[in-house]
């Protein structure tokens, strides 16, 4: 069974203070890995997806990592604007084509000005 | 921009109510799914569809169903609510890989 693990669970940060997230994960077989980001009381906001390891993806504050067993998501220099929570989820390529995905738990951010 | 939207943004219903979430993408995606999502058990997948009249179980479709007449748009049916189905619910379609989310409905069950 397809197993994904966020940490920390949350995260408080000061206004430009760099830190990473980390999405532990086991999956038969990797067809893709995912970051989202969601606001509270909002769906999920599709951020980054990762295909194999050593690829990184970037935007803005974000860079999205991937080795083959975890990801990392650094946040640099992060603002007040940035605080959410960020889910990690993957697609086991052994699954059908419609992109059922496995979700962790999401690490809660909170950037303080 | 994806364009997923949910028809309802926030629900009270009473217990054994028969109760309609609708979703629509503008798209032209061919799949689309239900999820829920609940503090400390994170998103858990109700039904997907495939195609237009194609359904598949997702992790937790009992006390649910689906239905898929048109392609842009997908409904989830609870036949008879109950207080633990009190949840958001989250719609979702994608085109390859990526899923998009719509805006969540949040259902509450008294």
């Known amino acids: 069974e397809d197993q994904v693990t966020q940490s920390p669970e949350a995260l408080r940060l000061q206004e430009g203070e760099s830190s990473s997230l980390n999405c532990s994960y086991t999956?038969?077989?990797?067809?893709?890995l995912f970051w989202y980001r969601q606001d509270p009381g909002k769906g999920p906001e599709f951020l980054f997806t990762?295909?194999?390891a050593g690829e990184e993806k970037e935007k803005e504050r974000l860079k999205a990592t991937l080795t083959k067993k975890e990801s990392f998501l650094h946040i640099t220099a992060p603002k007040p604007e940035d605080s959410a929570t960020y889910l990690c989820?993957?697609?086991?390529?052994?699954?059908?084509?419609?992109?059922?995905?496995?979700f962790g738990q999401g690490t809660i951010l909170t950037v303080h000005p | 921009d994806v364009k997923v939207t949910q028809s309802s943004r926030y629900l009270v219903k009473r217990t054994g109510e028969k109760v309609f979430l609708e979703c629509v993408q503008d798209?032209?995606?061919?799949?689309m799914f239900w999820y829920r999502q609940d503090p400390g058990l994170g998103l858990r997948l109700i039904y997907f569809?495939?195609?237009?009249?194609?359904?598949e179980k997702g992790d937790i479709p009992e006390g649910y169903s689906v239905s898929r007449e048109k392609k842009e748009r997908f409904s989830l049916i609870l036949e008879s609510a109950s207080t633990n189905q009190t949840s958001m619910y989250l719609c979702?379609?994608?085109?390859?890989?990526?899923?998009?989310f719509g805006e969540g409905s949040w259902l509450t069950v008294v």
């Open positions: 798209m032209d995606h061919e799949n």
């Open positions: 569809s495939y195609d237009v009249k194609m359904k």
């Open positions: 999956v038969s077989g990797l067809r893709g």
């Open positions: 990762l295909y194999s």
């Open positions: 989820a993957v697609l086991n390529a052994g699954g059908t084509s419609y992109g059922k995905l496995t």
């Open positions: 979702a379609s994608s085109h390859g890989n990526t899923i998009y």
